[in-house]
């Protein structure tokens, strides 16, 4: 079984550019989630699609990040413009009903 | 905030010693899972563990839950130095929605 795919795995940009990451998750996963892991801490939530509805995003900064997921599949993160206190990981994640959930590889993002 | 804590926040032990770290969170759950995190790479699942359980196995490790002390703690027994990693306790509740405390750091020296 294929796992989670993410790209592009590093990106570096420079404040106040916009950058989109890809996730496409495990087939058949109807939940989908994206983190952010700021160095030394644990993964936040920004938002958790069902299917290709929206369930949570309540800690997605929205003046400046935007999701999708199109036919309930792939997913796309967008930040326009980027800050500095974006440097962080994202990490993309798939769960079907049964409530474990799997990790894509990450993309690191360094503003500067 | 439902966000588990994690304690201790760094852990350093020898190799074939036992590494026991604690989740605590503030209200009701559904479930409680533990993952590890390797240096620079994604988050593997290690165990879930329902509301309704108090305790788990699964190879070296074991995870128990205690629901009113609101706390739960992994055990890793007879550590090795492949288990040198971060560990993450992720607070279940809602609709598949978890929320992720701020680790443990492990080291494993051999």
């Known amino acids: 079984e294929a796992g989670v795919a993410q790209s592009p795995r590093y990106k570096i940009i420079e404040k106040r550019q916009s950058v989109a990451f890809w996730c496409n998750p495990i087939s058949g996963h109807a939940t989908l989630y994206w983190y952010q892991q700021i160095l030394g801490q644990g993964p936040k939530l920004l938002i958790q699609?069902?299917?290709?509805?929206?369930?949570?995003d309540s800690q997605l900064p929205k003046d400046r990040f935007s999701a999708e997921r199109l036919k309930g599949v792939d997913s796309t993160l967008k930040i326009q413009p980027a800050k500095l206190e974006d440097s962080a990981v994202y990490l993309c994640?798939?769960?079907?009903?049964?409530?474990?959930?799997?990790f894509g590889p990450g993309t690191r993002l360094t503003v500067l | 905030s439902q966000q588990g804590e994690e304690d201790p926040q760094a852990l350093s032990i020898q190799e074939g010693e036992n590494a026991t770290m604690n989740c605590s969170y503030k209200t009701s759950i559904n479930n409680l899972q533990w993952y590890r995190q390797n240096s620079g790479r994604g988050l593997v699942h290690l165990i879930l563990?329902?509301?309704?359980?108090r305790e788990k196995h699964s190879g070296r490790l074991r995870v128990t839950l205690d629901t009113s002390k609101k706390s739960s703690s992994l055990l890793i027994t007879a550590s090795r130095a492949a288990d040198t990693a971060s560990y993450f306790c992720?607070?279940?509740?809602?609709?598949?929605?978890?929320?992720f405390g701020t680790g443990t750091r492990l080291k494993v020296l051999a």
């Open positions: 994640a798939s769960s079907s009903l049964a409530d474990t959930q799997y």
């Open positions: 699609f069902q299917n290709n509805g929206v369930v949570d």
């Open positions: 563990i329902r509301s309704n359980e």
């Open positions: 992720a607070i279940g509740s809602g609709t598949y929605k978890y929320i």
